[in-house]
Structures are given as C-alpha cells and as structure tokens.
C-alpha cells in the first residue's frame, strides 16, 4: 500500500481568522484536497480555537459523512474532557492524541509514554468504544513504539519537527536515521505508522522510501505554503507524487 496524504487544515483556518468572514472556506477546500486524490482531512482544535473551531470539526465531519464515505478524518489533540467528547460526537476514523500544552505555539513533542500511561491506557480504551483508530505523536526514539504497543494505541505518528528543521547535512542524516529506526521499530511492535510535522515535497521522498511501512502523513503548513503558488488541487498532486501515491 503506498504511503497516504491527510490534508491538515489548520493553516488554512489560521487565514480565516484574520477576519471575522467565513473566507477561504475550509468546506470548500476540503473539497478540493479530496478531490484531488487525499485520503483525508487532518484537523488539530486547540483550546483558544486559534485556527480551528469546534464548529469546522463538525462541519468538515458532515461534509465527509455526506459527500466522501471512504475519507479519512483525523482529529488531533490533547486529550481533555472538551476534546474526548468532541471525538465521541464527531466519531472521526483516527483521533491523534498529542501531548500540547495549551500555551504552546504548535506541538513539538511528542508523548512521554511512561509517565502518562494509565491515563493513555484509559483515554485509548475510551475512544477504541466511539470507534476510532488511535494515534500517539512520538519523538523520534525507537524505544517508544513498544510503549505505545502496551497502553493500546494502534498506530504512531512520528513528530518529524527536527527533521524537517535540519538544512546541514550531518544533522539532517542523524534526524532521518533516528525517524527510519522508529519507524521500523513500530512495524517491529505491531503498530501502523504515520508521520508529521515540518514535512515537504523536497523532504518527503527519502522517507517513504526508507520506510515500506509508512502509511499516512498529515501535512498542514508546507501544502499551504505550496497551495499559494500553485493551487491547493495541484499542490495536493504534487505531494501525492512526493509520497509515491500517484
Ligand atoms: C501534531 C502535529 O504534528 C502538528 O503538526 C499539528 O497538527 C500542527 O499544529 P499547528 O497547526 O497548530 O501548528
Ligand atoms: N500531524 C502533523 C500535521 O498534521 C501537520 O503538520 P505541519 O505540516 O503543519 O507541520
């Protein structure tokens, strides 16, 4: 199965925000992400609502139930009370759970497994009964996957923000060696493995062609960035042919 694009719109509601009008419509270029071939929509509401809203969870949650059956909506999120209910109301394919704090700026952790893990347990139990696959963001540490194995997660999502932040080469090869070893440390434990954060179409193809075993990427500020020169629906086929899935 080649590697898949989730099309994360939090940049896109940043930019709606600006203003108090309903423009650039998340809606409509949801549309035009899964039209252009993504397997799904990623969205990361965050308490303050900076960019998404709990009102475009819902929305983008019906325009998938209604228009995309086979689409994949990936929530991510510090799992409070607020967020935990909203998942069991929207009932998305796969809830990410990501360890923020909620004056973080964007995520740039991932979860310390150990410390947290009768709550992991608990929380993963919770969401496995609304039904939805669950996701840990992860560092880059082929120690983790095997504790995400054991609190119950069924995937991991590797924070990829060193790797993608390293230019000089030295550091750029010791970020993806670290990367690829999680990654084949997930296969190892039995999880489903994704990706994320700081990824581009220049830093994509090594890493899915290191790692078989990658199945999806969420990717959020560099499409938008691309989508400003060349479209969202060219962007979107673009990293489609980053990843090889197109
Ligand atoms: C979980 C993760 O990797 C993030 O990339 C996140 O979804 C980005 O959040 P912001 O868009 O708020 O920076
Ligand atoms: N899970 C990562 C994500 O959804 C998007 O991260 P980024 O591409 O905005 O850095």
Redesign the pocket.
Known sequence: MPCKLSV?V??IAYLRNRRHVPWPSLTDLCHVALDNGAVGI?V?PRPDERHIRRTDVTDISKLLRAEYPGAEFNI?GYPDERFLTLCEAERPEQV?LVPDDPTQSTSDHGWDIAANRDRLTAVIARLHKSGARVALFIDPDPAVPALAKAVGADRV?IYTGPYGGAFEPAARAREFDRVVATGKAAEAAGLGLNA????TRENLPALVKALPNLQEV?????ITADALMFGLGETVRKFRTAIGDL
């Open positions: 994360n939090n940049a990623t990361h991510e990410t999502e994320g954060h700081d990824l969420s990717i959020g500020h560099a």
